[in-house]
């Protein structure tokens, strides 16, 4: 194959999405402008994933205090819907 200058080529199982705003929402502005906060409970941020369980997966969304780094709430759920039960 090297003398040939053939190559092998691995199909992706999954598709790479760089663009985090979807087609009719678009992407969201950058209220936060990369400002340093002095003071707890000014700049709050969210974070959203995955967990892998033994049969399904569960959703976990997380909002973290910027100056403390801390989590201020987070909720976990089988389903996503709106029935979401916030924790502090």
């Avoid at 080529?9 to 760089?18: E, P």
């Amino acid at each position: 194959m090297r003398e040939r200058a053939l190559h092998t080529f691995t199909k992706r199982k999954f598709a790479l999405k760089l663009n985090s705003g979807d087609e009719d929402g678009g992407v969201f502005p950058n209220l936060y402008l990369n400002v340093i906060p002095n003071a707890l409970g000014k700049v709050w941020v969210a974070d959203f994933t995955y967990i892998r369980l033994v049969d399904s997966f569960a959703h976990l969304a997380a909002f973290l205090d910027v100056c403390s780094r801390k989590v201020v709430g987070y909720a976990i759920s089988r389903s996503f819907d709106k029935s979401w039960r916030w924790r502090q």
